[in-house]
């Protein structure tokens, strides 16, 4: 297996969605393959930290008025009859 | 689907259950588009109004969320191409495609990124990471990775076929860990100052 091919397997490898034959090739390519194997191991990296990190939270006091916002938005909307939002 | 049934047949207490449950995920999706919070908290907005105002032509035959979220992409990206009418602003935006990807720095990542840096510091470097990314790519990172939707409900989300969410996700992951090399592997190596800015490249 070439490098390009394995980073094109790469996505499916890290979600694991591959078959066993693959994922085999894929293994025996990161045995011996030093690149290959620190950035599948800095992307899977990546993934987890982003998804850890938790960018871009919503503050608690924004969200209570936002929620409150909404909901009299929508009682308005209800009174008003239906009309494209 | 019990709290959209009862929210299809007018009740509101049920909507308002789905907008706390949700609230916080299109808020992230949101600003990870838009890129300004304002902007985010007008899509929230927008988006559940749209979902409110729709809520009868929902067919139910996918999730509540993955159409919401589909509402709210809709709403991020109008909001995003309005801020930035002389960029081409689409999810088929045809990105280059040759070599793109392809990974340049190959060192590890020693110690973990997550004991190098504090977390303002961390959370500086990863935002202004993926904010250089291609709206395109971005939204599908976003969808996938950080808020965990499949595979094909990113698809049904998106309007876009699965090897195009495929594609984008592969390249969207790539890009991400090489401009984030730039930082861990610098840091790593000793260098200790930061650039900035290579998240905008």
New interface residues.
Partial sequence: MKCTEF??E???Y??GVIDAETKSELEDHLAWC??CY??C???R???E??????????PDD??GR??A???S???A??KSG???? | MELVRRAKRGDDSAFEELVRRYDRNVFRIAQHITQNREDAEDVVQDAFLKAYGNLAQFQEQSKFYTWLVRIAVNEALMRLRRRRPERTVSLDEDVKTEDDSLPREVADWSPNPEQMYNQSELRDILTRTIQGLPPGFRTVFVLRDVEGLSTEETAQALELSIPAVKSRLLRARLQLRERLSRFFQKRANGGGEKSSGDGDQ
Avoid: F, G, S, W
């Fill in positions: 980073l094109n790469l996505t499916n890290l979600d030093h690149n620190v950035v191991d800095t992307t990296k990546t993934i930290i982003y998804r850890n990190q938790e960018l871009y939270e919503l924004l969200r936002l929620q916002a909404i909901m938005k929508c009682t909307h209800k239906p009309q494209k939002l």
